[in-house]
């Protein structure tokens, strides 16, 4: 996706079920350290809810489902546009 700057930032959705902010934390930084070593990129880490993520009707994901979903909570200001602030943004489950 293209950030506010104007640069292409690789966007990853990923479904997880830990809840301790400080593990979170940690499973990103992880994350983004081994994608920066591996490919030499920078990307926006985004960890939603379980069975956020769509899929197709043959069970499996739907990247352009997920591609809609992502800037639909951008749009709507549940998650942060990349490149606004910080290299990632946790998306919490709204109190019910």
């Not at 081994?34 to 926006?44: A, N, P, S, V």
Request: glycine letters at 6%.
């Amino acid at each position: 996706m293209t950030a506010p700057n104007g640069e292409d930032k690789a966007v990853l959705v990923i479904e997880c079920r830990e809840a301790s902010p400080l593990k979170r934390d940690e499973l990103v930084s992880r994350i983004q350290s081994l994608i920066r070593q591996d490919l030499g990129i920078d990307c926006f880490i985004e960890l939603v809810p379980r069975n956020t993520l769509p899929r197709t009707t043959s069970g499996k994901l739907s990247r352009s489902g997920a591609k809609n979903d992502f800037l639909k909570r951008v749009a709507d200001g549940k998650t942060e546009q990349p490149g606004d602030s910080d290299d990632f943004y946790l998306l919490r489950r709204k109190a019910s």
